[in-house]
């Protein structure tokens, strides 16, 4: 059993190595990133310290404690917290945006949002429903209508959404070792959700912006480029290492994509609202 390594997590230009300590750790590290690009490397200048004592966890980036705790579950969530802060910090490829998102064939949906909107909701009852899982936390356009999504573990709240809550019991029942509570809901592999074969989008298909209501039947309401844009920008979260604080980016964006407005209660019906707005111009979903 090997007492200590390194994992590297590369995305969107940039890059986390984190030194671990004991099996524990490890098995943290590829619960959570083992779906991202990067992997276990020989060495490496480590960012982060990942560290258990057999009572302790330990987070360090260099000598500053990061978090500390017994709880699992709760520096996982940390770990992903500092992970995509991390990226997102020296992420400069193009406009890093807090949503999620899921693709089908080459297409793409995009859900920014803040917390609470129920984009992570949204892309995990997706990809249920055989749709890719893309990101359920960061994202980056690339330009030309590419982009590239984080596939990390996914962190869903607590109490989960009645629609995922069956799915949750089920893939936490039957892999007891296989996902951590946080302290703020569970997180999750990909492969709790993934129904099929997990494919890349090619290209962003459009932009939903979800709005969790109680109870509220799905309904989709387009927006203008300018609505579009004002909503990208306050989803931005790399601003300051783009050219005019990703401005030009998102305008360019939201001119050649189609974006909209989705109310949503229990999110069962957002498939049969989204599918028509996935189907290539004169091809039939039939």
């Known amino acids: 059993m090997r007492l200590s390594g390194c994992w590297v997590v590369r995305y969107a230009g940039g890059q986390v190595a984190i030194a671990w300590e004991t099996e ?3 098995a943290m590290l590829q619960l959570l990133f083992q779906h991202a690009d990067g ?3 020989e060495t490496a200048s480590a960012d982060l310290s990942l560290r258990w004592d057999g009572t302790t ?3 360090l980036a260099g000598k500053r404690v990061v978090h500390h705790g017994r709880h699992a579950g709760v520096m996982a969530g940390a770990l992903l917290d500092t992970v995509v802060h991390d990226l997102a910090a020296v992420c400069r490829l193009g406009p890093l945006l807090h949503a999620g998102a899921v693709s089908l064939g080459e297409g793409a949906v995009l859900f920014p949002g803040a917390s609470g909107s129920g984009k992570s909701t949204l892309t ?3 990809t249920c429903q055989g749709w890719s899982y893309l990101s359920d936390e960061i994202v980056c356009l690339t330009g030309s209508g590419g982009l590239s999504g984080f596939r ?3 962190h869903l709240r607590t109490p989960v959404a009645p629609l995922l809550a069956a799915r949750v019991e089920a893939y936490t029942g039957s892999h007891p070792g296989g996902f951590y509570r946080s302290g703020r809901g569970f997180v999750l592999p990909p492969a709790a959700f993934a129904s099929g074969p997990q494919v890349p989008a090619s290209r962003l298909g459009c932009i939903v912006f979800p709005e969790y209501r109680a109870k509220y039947s799905g309904s989709l309401e387009p927006l203008s480029p300018a609505e579009a844009c004002a909503h990208l920008m306050s989803c931005l979260v790399n601003a300051r290492n783009l050219k005019a604080y990703g401005l030009n ?5 939201v001119r050649e994509v189609p974006a909209y407005r989705l109310l949503h209660g229990n999110g069962s019906d957002v498939e049969e609202l989204l599918l028509p707005l996935m189907k290539p111009a004169g091809e039939s979903l039939a």
């Open 124 to 126: 995990a009852w997706l």
């Open 39 to 41: 992997g276990e490397i």
């Open 24 to 26: 524990r750790c490890r």
């Open 152 to 154: 990390r573990a996914l």
């Open 249 to 253: 980016d998102i305008s360019q964006t």
């Open 57 to 59: 966890f330990v987070l």
